[in-house]
């Protein structure tokens, strides 16, 4: 099991990184604009257009509590899960699976209002396999 899970770190590190920077969908307007931000880019344009709250609400849970979930694993991974880290990983994992479902109901949202055609790229790909890697790895912190 800890073979596992030192396989399934870096893979959930690597595809965090990834659904960070890479397109997370394609919204094609007007048969020739297209725009295929990432997640840093929304974030940033976000706090460019002076939208502040939004952008500090969604770089939190979409970057902070994600990223802090997957250092929580490593922390517990390299500690033999000490009752510290397997706490403060308890809390942080009760807000994982939300990133996921912001960034769908933006999908959704640019699907059905008919401004754009959406399509999803590998960005949210990679983002989508770093949550579940890192739910499945936070499982076997705490049981192990």
């Known amino acids: 099991m800890r073979l596992f899970l030192a396989l399934l770190l870096p893979l959930s590190t690597f595809s965090f990184a990834l659904g960070l920077t890479q397109p997370l969908m394609r919204f094609e307007r007007l048969y020739f ?5 990432n997640l840093i880019e ?5 706090w ?5 709250a939004l952008a500090t609400i969604v770089g939190l849970f979409s970057i902070g ?3 802090a979930k997957i250092l ?3 922390i517990a991974a390299m500690t033999g899960g000490n009752s510290r880290s397997l706490a403060l990983l308890s809390m942080v994992s009760k807000w994982s699976m ?3 479902m912001l960034v769908a109901l933006v999908l959704f949202a640019a ?3 008919g401004l754009a055609a959406a399509a999803i790229l590998p960005g949210l790909w990679f983002y989508a396999a770093a949550t579940l890697s890192t739910a499945f790895a936070a499982s076997l912190c705490t049981r192990a």
């Open 98 to 100: 939300l990133d996921v």
């Open 65 to 67: 509590f994600p990223a």
């Open 111 to 113: 699907k059905t209002s």
């Open 48 to 52: 460019r257009q002076e939208d502040m």
């Open 33 to 37: 604009l297209e725009d295929r931000p």
């Open 72 to 74: 929580l694993i490593h």
């Open 42 to 46: 929304m974030i940033t344009e976000l």
